[in-house]
């Protein structure tokens, strides 16, 4: 079964400092794409980073990295140097390459940035 | 502009009523979605349009109908709904191929509450 788990419902960060927010997922394909979105309470979903399963390095984009871990299967983003407009729900996606347009999507980890 | 775009933002109808939500996307995309995200629960999708024609139906009761005119457009026609289908839509478009490495730029959604 395709499945992506989220296990941080909830998670604070000091401004400035960095945060990893968990996720992992499950596939039986052996090629997928890993996404995370960024959601603001005016409801967008914003695409942030992309991860392929066959990539040898990590993702960054900016302050944004991804800590991809094929063999347990996590895909975490890191931010760094978090700012206030970083406070959201962040969402992790994974789009198996048989799935089509499938993506599938985990509950999402709500982050507050403290000043 | 933004890339995607949805109206209305906000809609409160009664369950004999019929509406319908618009996206419009300015991408040159070939790929339209239908996403639901209900309080608590991961994002569902419900429709796919590939150039015009619909490859995906994840399911979706018939009181939701989807409507995809030419690739800039997308349509979903509510009528007879449930107070349960109360959520955020969201609509999504991407490059119109089932490769996994494919992002979707998302709507900012029509919040929707039936009475």
């Known amino acids: 079964a395709q499945k992506i788990t989220q296990t941080q419902p909830g998670m604070f960060v000091q401004e400035k400092e960095a945060v990893t927010l968990d996720c992992t997922y499950d596939t039986s394909d052996p090629s997928y794409g890993l996404f995370w979105y960024k959601q603001p309470s005016s409801g967008e979903m914003i695409f942030l980073i992309y991860?392929?399963?066959?990539?040898?390095q990590n993702a960054t984009e900016g302050r944004y990295s991804l800590n991809f871990q094929k063999a347990r299967k996590s895909a975490n983003l890191v931010i760094s140097a978090s700012q206030l407009g970083d406070s959201a729900m962040y969402f992790c996606?994974?789009?198996?390459?048989?799935?089509?347009?499938?993506?599938?999507f985990g509950a999402g980890t709500r982050l507050f940035v403290k000043a | 502009e933004t890339g995607v775009t949805q109206t209305p933002r906000h809609l409160v109808m009664g369950m004999t009523n019929k509406k319908s939500l618009k996206c419009e996307q300015h991408l040159g995309h070939n790929a339209m979605y239908w996403y639901k995200q209900s309080a608590k629960k991961p994002l569902e999708l419900m429709f796919v349009?590939?150039?015009?024609?619909?490859?995906e139906n994840n399911s979706v009761p018939s009181r939701f109908s989807p409507e995809c005119p030419n690739s800039s457009h997308l349509f979903l026609h509510l009528h007879t709904l449930q107070p349960e289908d109360s959520a955020l839509y969201l609509c999504?478009?991407?490059?119109?191929?089932?490769?996994?490495?494919?992002?979707?730029?998302f709507g900012q959604g029509t919040r929707l509450t039936v009475v």
């Open positions: 349009y590939n150039f015009k024609e619909q490859t």
């Open positions: 999504a478009s991407s490059q119109a191929t089932g490769s996994s490495n494919t992002e979707a730029f």
């Open positions: 996606a994974m789009r198996p390459y048989t799935g089509g347009f499938k993506t599938i």
């Open positions: 991860q392929g399963s066959y990539d040898q």
